[in-house]
């Protein structure tokens, strides 16, 4: 199964980006992992926040093929401790499915058209973090999620 992590915008902060490529690169030791990413539209300024969504989604779903499964980093999905998400992740390879997308959106969050097409949804915290710091925490979790499957001394609990 490949996973990729799709977000809207490039990664600019530096750090940020320095942590990305980290975990990225360990990934890869476990799963073919790709990060994508939307450019930001052009001209946004003169967009109300529903046609910023409607047209980030659009780009969001030009991403997908018809049989990928799509995982949206949610404020409003499901939070888990880290060994229930390594049982998630462990379900999610399982499932059959060759291309595993979990997506950050832009600043004003998904289109209805995004939400209707996800099969899940995941919250990271109760907190609100930066869209840009959400990737490395995410990729970090995720990395932390393949070393509990591997019973590898990264995660202690």
């Not at 975990?23 to 030791?29: A, I, Q």
């Not at 991403?63 to 999905?77: A, F, N, R, V």
């Not at 832009?106 to 930066?130: E, H, N, P, W």
């Amino acid at each position: 199964m490949n996973v990729t992590l799709l977000t809207v915008g490039k990664t600019d902060v530096k750090w940020v980006k320095e942590g990305l490529d980290l975990y990225v690169s360990r990934l890869g030791h476990y799963v073919p992992f790709s990060v994508v990413e939307i450019p930001e539209l052009k001209k946004a300024g003169s967009l109300t926040r529903q046609q910023i969504k409607d047209k980030e989604g659009e780009l969001i779903l030009k991403q997908l093929g018809p049989s990928d499964t799509l995982i949206l980093l949610d404020e409003h999905g499901r939070e888990f401790r880290s060994l229930e998400f390594a049982d998630y992740i462990q379900k999610q390879l399982g499932s059959g499915a060759r291309n595993l997308f979990f997506t950050i959106g832009g600043a004003y969050g998904f289109s209805d058209a995004v939400y209707q097409r996800c099969q899940g949804k995941i919250s990271l915290s109760k907190m609100t973090f930066s869209h840009q710091m959400v990737r490395t925490i995410f990729a970090e979790q995720l990395y932390r999620a393949f070393t509990i499957l591997k019973g590898e001394p990264y995660h202690h609990e």
